[in-house]
């Protein structure tokens, strides 16, 4: 198997905090030769932006707009 077989796949990790989802995932892009997209870091950030703005973290709009 390689990336050109697995064009438009996208390979989801789901589990409980702490429980190495981070880790399989970058070792399972690797193999696979896959890109890998850590969610958690875009979701951080996002919630930085809404806080940096001022906005309400429970305001789904403003995390929109972040």
């Known amino acids: 198997m ?13 589990g409980p905090a702490a429980a190495g ?8 892009a690797a193999h696979l030769g896959l890109p890998y997209l850590d969610t958690g870091l875009l979701y951080r950030a996002t919630g930085r932006r809404v806080l940096d703005a001022g906005a309400d973290p429970r305001d789904s709009g403003a995390a929109e707009a972040a």
């Open 21 to 28: 989802k981070g880790t399989l995932a970058r070792r399972l």
């Open 2 to 14: 390689n990336a050109t077989t697995l064009v438009g796949t996208v390979i989801a990790v789901d």
